[in-house]
C-alpha cells in the first residue's frame, strides 16, 4: 500500500484498494521517466503504437473502442440528496442509491489491474485559485493523459500533504482481467454500464466504464466544471466552459483579456489560438476550454486556466486553420482515434494533405484507396478524435499563462453555432443583459447528430453538460456576482458581448464557395476582437437594436476581405429581424419554462423588455 504524509490519502487508498482489489497499487510520480516507460508498456502490451521518434518525439497513438470515442451525456448524473437541487438540465439519482449500485460494479473490478494514484493540482500549484485532487484509475493512458492535461505528481503530492485535503476522484475502466485473460486493445463496459457521477455536496467523483476524455481524465469536466462550478457557487467565484485569450494593440502595447464560452466543437481553441489576418493586433493563448474566474482584492475578476494541456479536435486541425494547435502537438503528445501512417506518424480529414496509402483508421483497417473514402460515413479519424498536447508546446502561449493570481478579465464573449437570426456581434447593456444573453446560448444541432431534434439546441453558458447543480440557480449565482462583498460594488465587471460566426445566407451566389456563410471566421475574428478592444475602451460608435448594441457601420474592418465579404454582406451579417427575434422569444420562454420558480425574476425581467422592444 501506499504511504505519503497525508492520512487522509492513505486511509482512502487503502479503503478503495480492499473494494477494487488490483494486484498492485502505485503512486505517481509525474516525472518524465514515468510517462514513457508507462507509455511503453502500453505498447508493448499492444495497447498504443510510438510513433516515428524523428517526426513526433515522445509521442504515442491509441484507438479507443468504437462505444467509446465521447462524453456519455446520458450516463452523466448529478447526484445531490434532493433532485431539485440538480435542476431540470442534469439526470439524478438518489446518492445513496448510487453508491450502492457503483460500490456493487467496483468491487473487485481491478482484478489483475494496477491501481494508479494521481495526485494532480489543476491550476499552478500552490496559486490563491488552484485546487487540489487525486484520481485513482486503473488505465496507464489515463495517468498519461493527466501528466499532460494537468500539474501531476511530486509537486501536487506535497501540497495534498501540507492540507491533508484533496477532492476525490474515482476511476476504473471497468473490465477486470481475471487470471490468464489477455486485455483488450482499449478495456470497457458497454455504454449502459457506463456511470459518470458528480456527487455535488461531498464534492465527489465516481466513475466507471468508460476510458475516453472528459470520462475518464477526471480533472476536466468531472472536477473542473461540475463539482468547481458547485464550489463556485459556494464561495463566489465562476468555473466555467471558456477560452482565455490575451489581445494585445501592438501600437500602444495595451493588452486586454477576453474569456469566451461556446458549446463544444464550437470553435474555442480557434479562437484562443488565432492568428489576426489584420496588422497591428497579437493574439495570444492563455486556455481553450475552462477558466476558474475570482475577484482580487481591488474588485477586478481574474482568470486561471486550471488545465495545462489542451485537449483538442482533431479534424480539421491544419496548418491553415490553427498552425499553433498543429505546433502544439508536434511532441510529447498522446493521440486517440485519428489515422496512423506508414511511416509512423499521424493523419486525419482536413489535415491539409493527402491520406498516405497504407494508412491505419480508427477502427484499425488499412486505408487502400484514400481518394474514393466518404469521408462522412467511413472517416480515417473519428469525428471527435482528440489530440492531448502540452499548453507548454503552443508557439502562441502567453508568458503569463501560468500567473498563479490569474489574468485581468475585460470582456466576457457568448457564442454558438445560429444559421440565423444571432448578429456578428452585440453588445450587453449592463451585467444582468450579459446574464440573460449567456442564460439563451444555443447551437444548432445538424440532423447528423445521433439522439438530437434537428433546430436550435439551447446550451446557456455553453455548460448544459457540465453544470454541477440546478441550472435556475447557476442563472442566479451569476446575476448576483456583481452584488457580491469582493465585487467592490461591481465597478470593473468585465463588458459581455453575443458573438456569432455561423451566420449563413445560402441563396447568395456570391457566398456559395464559402458555404453561405456570411462571415470568413477563424484568423478574421480578429476584426471582431479589435472592435470589442475598443468598446472595452469606451471608444467605437454603435447603434441601438432591441437585442442591445450593435456595431455601427464601418465600425468592423473588412479591408482585406475576399471580395464576396463586403459592405453588403457586412449589412446582412449585423442585421437584428423583428420578425426572426419574435420567434426567437417563443423558443426562450419554452426554455425558461424549465426552470419554474428557479428562474432569476432579473431574467424573466429582461425578456419582458425585449418583448416590449420587439413590440410584442
Ligand atoms: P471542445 O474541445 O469540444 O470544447 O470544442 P471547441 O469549442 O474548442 O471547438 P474547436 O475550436 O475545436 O472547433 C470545432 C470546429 O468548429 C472546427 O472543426 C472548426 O472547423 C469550426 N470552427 C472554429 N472556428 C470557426 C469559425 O470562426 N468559423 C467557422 N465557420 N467554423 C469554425
Ligand atoms: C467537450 O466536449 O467540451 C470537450 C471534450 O472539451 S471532453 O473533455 O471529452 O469533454
Ligand atoms: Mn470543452
Known sequence: MIKTNCAKLNTWVKMWADIMQPENVVLCDGSDAEFTRLMDECVAEGLAKKLNEKKRPNSYYFQSDPSDVARVEGRTFICSRKQEDAGPTNNWMDPKEMKRILIGKYTGCMKGRTMYVIPFSMG???????QLGVEITDSAYVVGSMKIMTRMGAGALKLIEEKNDFIPCIHSVGKPLPDGLKDAKWACAPIDDKYIVQFPEEHEIWTYGSGYGGNALLGKKCFALRIASKMAQEEGWLAEHMLILKLTKEATKETKCVCAAFPSACGKTNLAMLIPTIPGWKVETIGDDIAWMKFDEDGY???INPE??????????????????LDSCSKNTIFTNVGYTPDGDIWWEGIGYPCPKGTIDWKGNVVDDPESRDEDKNPVAHKNSRFAAPAANCPGIASDWESPKGVKVDAILFGGRRPNTVPLVHEAEDWAHGVFMGSIVGS??????????????????????FCGYNMGDYFQHWI??????????????????????FRRDKENPALKSEHGFLWPGYGDNSR????????CNGEGKTVDTPIGKVPA????NIEGLKSCYNEETM?????????????EVGRIEEHYAKFAGHLPKELSDRLAILKQRLGM
Open 124 to 130: 499552478p500549484l500552490g496559486g490563491p485559485i488552484s
Open 301 to 303: 475578476l481574474r482568470a
Open 308 to 325: 495545462a494541456g489542451f485537449f483538442g479536435v482533431a479534424p480539421y486541425t491544419s496548418a491553415k486553420t490553427n498552425k499553433n494547435a
Open 444 to 465: 444548432e444541432v445538424t440532423a447528423a447528430a445521433i439522439g438530437l431534434k434537428a433546430g436550435v439546441r439551447r446550451d446557456p453558458f455553453a455548460m448544459l453538460p
Open 480 to 501: 448576483d456576482m456583481e452584488k457580491l462583498p469582493q465585487a467592490k460594488g461591481g465597478k470593473h465587471m468585465p463588458k459581455i458581448f453575443f458573438v456569432n460566426w
Open 528 to 535: 471582431v476582437l479589435a472592435y470589442i478592444f475598443d468598446r
Open 553 to 556: 457601420p464601418g465600425q468592423i
Open 571 to 583: 449589412k446582412a451579417v449585423l442585421t437584428v429581424n423583428v420578425d426572426e427575434w419574435k420567434e
